[in-house]
């Protein structure tokens, strides 16, 4: 079993010091991956940080982690400035970043910043953006003209770091978007399933890999929103879901900000010899 330590970009966890901390913590104890929160604006309040930002800040002060999002919604940015602003990410950091994947759910945060559609309509978006991404990480020059993107000539240099492409973990669950992560896909990360779900769910993946010709291995995590808070309780839950086939349990930070060294040892002390 692997760990994550997901990162709320929200009202209290603004600080950068915070963020650092907890990266360099999560990276000195084990943790895999340190990921952010993407998000302009949140149920409980518009205070929030430029989640690549951080995370360039981050790759700063670590050196071993893997950084990145859970998960971004493609269709709120341009995919082309998507595209290289993961790049840039992923060259400051060395060939650490993750490009997490979503179609969207927060409405306002579009209202506010960018433009809110139809869920087909988020999902066509989201599937023509990663395939322009792709495009643009992966080839020398590209021309592309979409029902809803326009690139011309559009050459990404330097390349990212990790080749051919730094790895997607996609967050969804919807047929079209469960196809999406078998084609492009290097993990599944659900949010709050249940292990049964998870277990119908990881095997959907597979199966939907091995349609498309590739390997049935796959790399399976989750998002905890509301992690155990006693060791007992901690072992149970990560046992349930690695009998369901999750290799990373992914626990959002859903403690103080105070409280962010003393959980991380907890975690690394108490729950990560057991597995």
């Known amino acids: 079993m692997k760990y994550s330590l997901i990162y709320p970009n929200k009202k209290g ?3 950068p010091d915070i963020a650092s901390e907890l990266a360099i913590k999560a990276e000195e104890a084990g943790f895999s991956t340190f990921l952010i929160w993407d998000h302009y604006g949140m149920p409980d309040g518009p205070d929030t940080v430029d989640a690549w930002c951080m995370l360039s800040y981050v790759a700063a002060r670590t050196s071993k982690i893997q950084i990145g999002t859970c998960v971004t919604p493609i269709p709120f940015r341009p995919p082309a400035q998507l595209a290289k602003i993961v790049s840039t990410v992923d060259i400051l950091s060395k060939g650490r970043t993750i490009l997490g994947v979503g179609a969207g759910w927060h409405q306002p945060e ?5 433009v809110w559609d139809s869920t087909s309509v988020r999902v066509d978006k989201t599937i023509e953006g990663i395939e322009l991404i792709d495009k643009l990480w992966t080839s020398e020059t590209v021309d592309h003209q979409g029902q809803y993107f326009v690139s011309k000539e559009a050459e990404l240099e330097p390349k990212p770091v990790t080749q051919p492409r730094p790895p997607m973990w996609f967050g969804v669950k919807g047929p079209r978007m469960m196809k999406l992560a078998a084609q492009y896909g290097a993990a599944w990360i659900p949010t709050m399933i249940s292990p049964e779900e998870y277990k119908e769910g990881i095997q959907r993946f597979s199966e939907l890999k091995q349609e498309l010709g590739k390997s049935s291995d796959v ?19 990560i ?5 369901a086939g999750c290799q990373e349990y992914g626990i959002v930070w859903s403690y103080p900000e105070s409280e962010g060294v003393k959980r991380v040892e907890w975690i690394a002390n108490d729950i990560m010899p057991a597995f």
């Open 110 to 114: 579009f209202d506010a910043y960018s």
């Open 239 to 243: 046992n349930s879901y690695a009998e």
């Open 13 to 15: 966890f603004c600080d």
């Open 219 to 237: 790399h399976g995590a989750i998002q905890i929103y509301e992690p155990p808070q006693t060791t007992d309780e901690a072992l149970r839950d």
